[in-house]
T-cell receptor, first 115, second 115 residues
Framework: DADVTQTPRNRITKTGKRIMLECSQT?????MYWYRQDPGLGLRLIYY???????NKGEISDGYSVSRQAQAKFSLSLESAIPNQTALYFC??????????????FGPGTRLTVL | AQSVAQPEDQVNVAEGNPLTVKCTYS??????LFWYVQYPNRGLQFLLK??????LVKGSYGFEAEFNKSQTSFHLKKPSALVSDSALYFC?????????????FGTGTRLKVLA
């Protein structure tokens, strides 16, 4: 969805390096999310933010941190990357208007490889 | 524990035949159920959702899903499959409760429509 963009689209890095994945959206949504996708495991929630001052841990937040710089921007950082963080990472947004049962809009994903 | 199950890793169907992709859930409380589709090298796209009301929900691209509370299922269906429907399909559930946020994805089912 062009309304949600992620940079970079692909990244190869080495163990121990700090990595930042960025997400921007033009949908005007308050809620933003970071997921990782692994084969056979589906999508798992890393962090979510319901507004600029609200940051919450998801299912698998260990080894990750986030920053909500503005309503439109939500960044995911790997402070010291390790090989088992190799995955496809997705950013998503949703409207807060109907609470927790709004559909989510996903970015195109970032494929991260940690060697 | 709350969970979503997609019992089939892959479903094969001939073009023109009806298709079903299965999803069952285990949650306490009233679930809100979603289907998403992922095409190669793309993020997930919303197809349809069940919040309340009519158990048969119609969505994008001719897809529909039936909510069955007694069987705790939310199977995705289409009367006549197209080759272009070939993709990875994810079922998801959220409880829609305030406080702790839960948005759980299934592991995905790969649909292959054969010409």
């Amino acid at each position: 969805d062009a309304d949600v963009t992620q940079t970079p689209r692909n990244r190869i890095t080495k163990t121990g390096k700090r990595i930042m994945l960025e997400c921007s959206q033009t949908k005007g949504h308050d809620r933003m999310y970071w997921y990782r996708q692994d084969p056979g495991l589906g999508l798992r929630l890393i962090y979510y933010s319901f507004d600029v001052k609200d940051i919450n841990k998801g299912e698998i937040s260990d080894g990750y941190s986030v920053s909500r710089q503005a309503q439109a921007k939500f960044s995911l950082s790997l402070e010291s990357a390790i090989p088992n963080q190799t995955a496809l990472y997705f950013c998503a947004t949703s409207d807060s208007g109907q609470g927790d049962y709004n559909e989510q809009f996903f970015g195109p994903g970032t494929r991260l490889t940690v060697l | 524990a709350q969970s979503v199950a997609q019992p089939e890793d892959q479903v094969n169907v001939a073009e023109g035949n009806p298709l079903t992709v299965k999803c069952t859930y285990s949650v306490s409380g009233n679930p809100y159920l979603f289907w998403y589709v992922q095409y190669p090298n793309r993020g997930l796209q919303f197809l349809l959702k069940y919040i309340t009301g009519d158990n048969l929900v119609k969505g994008s691209y001719g897809f529909e899903a039936e909510f069955n509370k007694s069987q705790t299922s939310f199977h995705l269906k289409k009367p006549s499959a197209l080759v272009s429907d070939s993709a990875l399909y994810f079922c998801a559930v959220t409880l829609g409760t305030s406080g702790t946020y839960k948005y759980i994805f299934g592991t995905g089912t790969r649909l292959k429509v054969l010409a």
